[in-house]
């Protein structure tokens, strides 16, 4: 069935949304199936657009991880071009004073410390704050809707990482996360369920180091790696697909082999980033190859990951602060510095309804 994105039904059918001057919180992944920017075909079908705002790595998409763009004014609808990224409460506020509706269009990939949806949460808030509406222009979960990895991020570790308690791989659709979170209007995907994998539409990076299908991927459980010291493959052409650091040798790759985790090979390979850790240094370590992407877990995949590092390299596996932020809990860390198994933590919930209420779902199908 064809894929009719939220954002596509909208400018179908300029109806859908409530009167109003129209803010659109959007970026590069913000586009109909020919890629033409959502911004331009909702302006050329006569919706009252007032504003464009950005999140992380700015509207067009050029600013590195951590950081955004310059505002100014969008050149191909004219419209003024805010940052939100790093602001919130009053200051997000302001952003929103002159507009009545709030739109979101922005592609996630599935994965709670990916930050395009706590840049739609607190949005949300702020719409909710105010008192107008906020409209998701809903699009298709690239990792499917049917299962879920990884704990419930606990409180006392909310982040702009994790605003919220939801599994790391949480299985839901930006629209649906919404739904989950606070007050929001769904424009729902058509052709869409929870079975599909992919986009059914071309693949746009959304962000500069998801430049495939295949990082989407491996990112819930690669990502974790950002949390060590380890290059998670950063300034590499296969950034979270690639893992390694100048200690590791020709041990981890067999290691891994021995545990047999479903949906994956791995390969040892060698590197050398162009940026982020070890840049300019040779580093080895292992390629991820995702033969079976039903099968493949890439939370459990990554805690095996980690434990087999643990016990080969005791003296140079290290982890860094931001690892409790992306797991959502100290529980992670406390376990490998334990040297205990972190398999153990994964929960036993591994499909949306374990977590979410049912009333937010709003796709059908099963694996």
């Not at 974790?224 to 981890?252: C, H, K, M, Q």
Request: charged share 20%; glycine share 10%; net charge negative.
């Amino acid at each position: 069935m064809v894929i009719r994105t939220g954002a596509q039904r909208l400018a179908e059918d300029p109806r859908l949304v409530p009167d109003g001057r129209l803010g659109l919180i959007t970026n590069f992944t913000g586009v109909l199936p020919d890629l033409t920017p959502t911004a331009v075909a909702l302006q050329a079908v006569g919706l009252p657009m007032t504003a464009l705002y950005g999140p992380e790595h700015g509207l067009r998409g050029t600013a590195q991880a951590g950081e955004s763009e310059a505002e100014g004014v969008d050149p191909d609808t004219g419209l003024p071009v805010f940052d939100t990224y790093g602001r919130d409460g009053a200051a997000l506020d302001e952003l929103f004073e002159d507009v009545d509706v709030l739109l979101f269009d922005i592609q996630d990939i599935g994965t709670r410390f990916y930050t395009y949806v706590w840049t739609m949460y607190d949005c949300q808030q702020a719409a909710a704050r105010l008192g107008k509406p906020f409209v998701v222009l809903d699009r298709p979960n690239p990792l499917g809707g049917v299962r879920v990895e990884g704990p419930v991020l606990e409180a006392g570790f909310e982040s702009f990482v994790g605003r919220a308690p939801i599994p790391l791989r949480h299985g839901l659709t930006a629209g649906e996360l919404a739904r989950q979170l606070g007050e929001a209007t769904v424009i729902p995907v058509e052709g869409w369920s929870r079975s599909s994998w992919g986009t059914g539409l071309p693949w746009v990076p959304p962000s500069p180091n998801m430049p495939t299908p295949d990082t989407a991927l491996v990112y819930p459980g690669t990502g974790l790696f950002e949390g060590t010291n380890l290059s998670e493959g950063r300034g590499t052409t296969r950034p979270f697909e690639t893992i390694g650091a100048p200690y590791v040798d020709d041990r981890f790759v067999p290691a891994l082999r021995e545990c047999e985790l479903p949906g994956v090979i791995f390969r040892r390979t060698w590197f050398e980033p162009v940026f982020s850790k070890y840049a300019g240094q040779a580093v080895s370590g292992v390629q991820l190859h995702v033969v079976d992407r039903t099968a493949f877990e890439p939370v459990r995949t990554a805690l095996v990951m980690l434990r087999v590092l643990n016990e080969l390299y005791p003296d140079d596996f290290g982890l860094v602060p931001s690892l409790d932020k992306l797991w959502g809990s100290d529980s992670l860390r406390t376990a490998l510095e334990a040297r205990s198994d972190p398999i153990d933590l994964l929960p036993a919930a591994t499909t949306p309804a374990g977590w979410v209420r049912p009333d937010v779902l709003l796709y059908e199908g099963t694996a």
